[in-house]
């Protein structure tokens, strides 16, 4: 499975981006995450859905602002992100799981895309 993410930007603070990733293969059956690195830091947990339309699990700080959706049919996994804050700054990452649980830790997940940055000023 290949992985492509896009839709980021640089926006200010309290202001919106839509994060997609697009996947070369089914993904209905894949638990599909987002992760975070910021410059100096590790790569950080922000979101994930389990297969199918299951469940959604998110990180505190994101909680209420972002919101992880998927179309099986598109193959594409999405990211609504609002009230963007300027300690959101990062390199964006999709990740795919075939176990497909939303799973919270990097080590799961076999797929990855190769990022899009976001830049949040403040």
């Known amino acids: 499975v290949q992985l492509q993410a896009s839709g980021g930007g640089s926006v200010q603070a309290g202001g919106s981006l839509r994060l997609s990733c697009a996947a070369s293969a089914r993904i209905f059956s894949y638990g599909m995450g987002w992760f975070r690195q910021a410059p100096g830091k590790e790569r950080e947990f922000v979101a994930a859905?389990?297969?199918?339309?299951?469940?959604?699990t998110y990180t505190d700080s994101t909680k209420g602002r972002f919101t992880i959706s998927r179309d099986n049919a598109k193959n594409t996994v999405y990211l609504q992100m609002n009230s963007l804050k300027p300690e959101d700054t990062a390199v964006y990452y999709c990740a795919a799981d075939s176990q497909g649980y939303n799973t919270v830790i990097a080590g799961p997940y076999e797929y990855w895309g190769q990022g899009t940055q976001v830049t949040v000023s403040s």
């Open positions: 859905i389990s297969r199918s339309v299951g469940s959604s």
